[in-house]
């Protein structure tokens, strides 16, 4: 897998992250003013993902 940053039409960016085939699997729900906001976003989400618990919709851990 792999992050990709993308700048839109209208000069904001938002990261997608891939599959090696290039199929997105998550993106982010925000779109930030500049590269470097994005990227800071992103590795956030990178480092922070490994620890993070899983719940389904009604709250309980899976």
């Known amino acids: 897998m792999r992050f990709v ?12 992250l891939r599959e090696t085939d290039g199929v997105v699997v998550a ?3 925000v ?3 500049d590269r470097a ?14 620890k993070s618990l899983v719940f389904d919709l009604l709250g309980n851990l899976v």
């Open 37 to 50: 906001a994005v990227v800071s976003a992103l590795l956030k989400v990178q480092s922070t993902a490994p």
């Open 27 to 29: 993106k982010s729900s």
């Open 31 to 33: 779109q930030y003013p």
């Open 5 to 16: 940053v993308l700048k839109t039409v209208d000069g904001l960016w938002h990261w997608e």
